[in-house]
C-alpha cells in the first residue's frame, strides 16, 4: 500500500462528548474521502501518567477514556495500537522540545486552576503539572516513532494545545507531515485547521473576512444578533454572568471620568506559545494592572476593574492580588461574581481597556475607545489601540486625557466580522450534529457506559478538592449536581 496515504486519528480525550463524536465524524470523513487508503487510530492506553481530562491519574478515569477510543475504532473497523507500545528508549529532549511540553502541560493545568503562571500552582497541583510534563514528553517521543514505523502522512487529533495533543501536533509537524486539528465551536459548530493551530490569530481572521464577505448584509445582521444575545445562555451552552444585575454599577464614582479594565479567563491563551502567530508575550494581567492604577491621575479618573465572571471560585496567587487593588481610593473593584452589569460598565465608561477577552468586540460595537493590551485573539483586528504592557496603557491615557477627542478613531466593522465568525463559522462534518443535548453521528450517539461513568465520580470531586474550592458553596453543589443529573440521562456534562 502507498505510504504516501497513510492516516492516523489520535484519539485524545476520548472521555468527553463532543470529543469523542468528533473523532468517529472525522475517521468517517476521511475514509468517505480516502477509500483505498490505510486509516490508524492511535490509543492512549493510560501508562504515561495522565492527560487534561484526567490529571490525577486515576485508572478508572482512564479505563473508561481506553473503552469509548477503542469502541469508535471497532465499529469504525480500522486498525488501533496502543501509545506507550512505540515508547523508544533513553530519547533526551531538546530546549524547543522543552518549551512545547510546558506550553502543553500548562494549558492543561490552567484549564483546571486558572492560574497564570507556574508560581500560582500549590504543591498539589505543581506535582500534576510536573507529571503531564514528563507524560507530554512520552507521546511525542511515540508518536514521533509511530509516524517512522507506519509511514503516516497525515495525523487527526482534537484541539492541539492540551499535554497530549500538544505533543502529538508537534510531533507531526517535526517529522514533517500534515496534521489537521479540531473542535466545535459554541458547542455545535464544527471546524478543523490544517498544518495551522487552531487559535492561529491570522487563520481565524481570514476565515472571519471570508465567511462575512460571502453576504455582509446577512452577516452583519447575525453579527447584531451576537451582541444582543451577550449576558444570556440564549446563543450559547452557558453563561458566565448569571448573577449580573441588568443596570447595577454598584457604588461607582460618577463625578470623574471612567476606565473600567476588564480581565481575562485566558487559560485558552496563555500557554500557546508559538500557536498565536504573534511574537507578543504573555504578561501578568495584576503586574499590568497595579502599574496602571498606580500612574493615571486620580483627581481626573476612576478606575474599575471587572474580574472575568468565570474566574468564581477561583483561588490563585494573581486573583488575591488584584482583589487587593481595591484599596486605592480611585479604584473600585468588582468580583467574579459581582451583581455589577459588565455591559452597562461598557456604556457609562470613558476608556477601556482588556487583555484577551472577548469584551473587545462588544467594546467596538458600542464605538467605544479600547486599549488592548498583550496578545490577544483580537489584537490584529484594528478595533483598539494594542500595547505590550500597562506602561504604554498609561501613556496613551496621559496622551489623551485633557482632550478625548483627539483619540484617533477606529472603524468597528472588524468587530462584526469576528461576531459573525463565532457565532456562524462551521467546517463541514457529515456525519456530526447535536440535536438537543445530545451529540451524534450518523443520527445515532455513541454507546455510554453508565457504570463506567459512575467510577468516574471519586475522580471529579478529587479535583476540586484540590484546587480548595469551597464544596459547601451552592455553586459547587449545583455543579455536582448537574453531573449527576447528566449520568442518569445519559448526557456527557462534565465538571472540572
Not at 269 to 277: A, E, P
Request: charged residues 20%; aromatic residues 12%; contains cysteine.
Amino acid at each position: 500500500m502507498d505510504h504516501k496515504n497513510s492516516y492516523a486519528i489520535f484519539l485524545n480525550l476520548a472521555l468527553y462528548s463532543p470529543t469523542i463524536e468528533l473523532h468517529k465524524s472525522h475517521i468517517r470523513k476521511i475514509k468517505s474521502e480516502n477509500p483505498h487508503s490505510r486509516v490508524l487510530a492511535i490509543i492512549c492506553d493510560g501508562k504515561f501518567g495522565g492527560c487534561s481530562v484526567n490529571p490525577l491519574g486515576t485508572s478508572a478515569t482512564c479505563r473508561f477514556c481506553i473503552n469509548r477510543a477503542r469502541l469508535v475504532a471497532v465499529e469504525e473497523n480500522i486498525h488501533y495500537i496502543y501509545l506507550s507500545r512505540f515508547e523508544p528508549l533513553n530519547i533526551i529532549s531538546t530546549f524547543s522540545q522543552n518549551k512545547h511540553f510546558w506550553c502543553g502541560s500548562m494549558s492543561s493545568v490552567a484549564s483546571h486552576t486558572r492560574v497564570e503562571s507556574t508560581s500560582d500552582l500549590n504543591r498539589f497541583w505543581r506535582i500534576i503539572y510536573k507529571r503531564l510534563f514528563r507524560a507530554s514528553r512520552r507521546t511525542y517521543n511515540s508518536l514521533s516513532h509511530i509516524i517512522d514505523v507506519y509511514k503516516i502522512s497525515h495525523l487527526f487529533l482534537y484541539n492541539g494545545r492540551f499535554s497530549c495533543a500538544k505533543a502529538a501536533k508537534e510531533a507531526a509537524r517535526a517529522n514533517k507531515i500534515n496534521f489537521s486539528v479540531y473542535d466545535v465551536r459554541r458547542s455545535i459548530n464544527p471546524y478543523v485547521h490544517s498544518n495551522t493551530d487552531l487559535h492561529n490569530v491570522h487563520e481565524c481572521f481570514e476565515r472571519a473576512k471570508r465567511l462575512y464577505f460571502l453576504d455582509p448584509k446577512h452577516s452583519r445582521h447575525q453579527a447584531e444578533r451576537y451582541f444582543s444575545s451577550r449576558g444570556n445562555s440564549s446563543l450559547f451552552d452557558q453563561s458566565y454572568t448569571s448573577n449580573m444585575q441588568f443596570g447595577d454599577i454598584g457604588n461607582i464614582n460618577l463625578s470623574k471620568k471612567i476606565i473600567t479594565i476588564y480581565t481575562s479567563s485566558d487559560d485558552e491563551y496563555r500557554f500557546l506559545g508559538k500557536d498565536w502567530g504573534l511574537k507578543q508575550k504573555a504578561i501578568s494581567q495584576y503586574k499590568e494592572i497595579n502599574q496602571i492604577c498606580l500612574s493615571i491621575d486620580p483627581t481626573k479618573w476612576h478606575i474599575v476593574i471587572r474580574i472575568h465572571p468565570n474566574q468564581t471560585g477561583v483561588k490563585t496567587k494573581s486573583l488575591s492580588n488584584l482583589k487587593t487593588l481595591g484599596k486605592y481610593t480611585h479604584v473600585t473593584v468588582c468580583d467574579p461574581d459581582s451583581s455589577v452589569d459588565t455591559y452597562h460598565l461598557l456604556d457609562i465608561s470613558q476608556l477601556i481597556m482588556c487583555f484577551a477577552s472577548s469584551i473587545a468586540l462588544d467594546a467596538a460595537y458600542r464605538n467605544k475607545t479600547i486599549v488592548q493590551i498583550g496578545p490577544s485573539p483580537y489584537s490584529i483586528i484594528d478595533i483598539g489601540h494594542v500595547v505590550i504592557d500597562g506602561n504604554e496603557a498609561v501613556k496613551l491615557v496621559q496622551l489623551w486625557e485633557n482632550d478625548l477627542s483627539s483619540i484617533p478613531s477606529k472603524n468597528n466593522i472588524n468587530a462584526f466580522v469576528y461576531a459573525n465568525y463565532l457565532l456562524n463559522y462551521k467546517d463541514e462534518l457529515p456525519s456530526f450534529s447535536k440535536v438537543d443535548d445530545y451529540y451524534l453521528v450518523n443520527g445515532k450517539r455513541v454507546p455510554l457506559d453508565i457504570l463506567g461513568r459512575i467510577l468516574l465520580i471519586p475522580e471529579k470531586l478529587l479535583v476540586p478538592l484540590s484546587k480548595l474550592e469551597n464544596i459547601l458553596s451552592y455553586a459547587f453543589m449545583k455543579k455536582c449536581g448537574n453531573y449527576l443529573v447528566s449520568i442518569l440521562q445519559g448526557k456527557f456534562y462534565t465538571v472540572k
